[in-house]
Nanobody
Framework: QVHLVESGGGLVQAGGSLRLSCAFS????????MAWFRQAPGKEREFLAA???????FVEEAVKGRFTMSGDNANNAVSLHMNNLKVGGAAIYSC???????????????WGQGTQVAVSS
């Protein structure tokens, strides 16, 4: 059973940066495509970035230029690097995985519990 654990959330001032990490376990990491989503209170879950099995990445237009996603095959982990955070960016950030396939904005089967990010003005 795939298990995902996010870390790195916290309180940051608007304009600041955070690096979120997601540790993957329970299966062969290289067989999975990964992604990051966030969900703010009262809002729908929002796709942020995805990484294919081969390491290609895609970042949603709304955060492109500020967020980047990277992978660490040696440690079975992915990260989300967030710069110039905005007050509206406060949410629970979650990583997710799906077996096989390339970059996708939906269709993920495994989810972590998420890490809270708060952005102060």
């Amino acid at each position: 059973q795939v298990h995902l654990v996010e870390s790195g959330g916290g309180l940051v001032q608007a304009g600041g940066s955070l690096r979120l990490s997601c540790a993957f376990s329970g299966d062969t990491f290289s067989d999975y495509a990964m992604a990051w989503f966030r969900q703010a209170p009262g809002k729908e879950r929002e796709f942020l970035a995805a990484m294919s099995r081969s390491g290609d990445t895609f970042v949603e237009e709304a955060v492109k230029g500020r967020f980047t996603m990277s992978g660490d095959n040696a440690n079975n982990a992915v990260s989300l690097h967030m710069n110039n955070l905005k007050v509206g960016g406060a949410a629970i950030y979650s990583c997710t995985a799906r077996h096989g396939g390339g970059i996708a904005t939906m269709g993920y089967h495994y989810w972590g519990q998420g890490t809270q990010v708060a952005v102060s003005s």
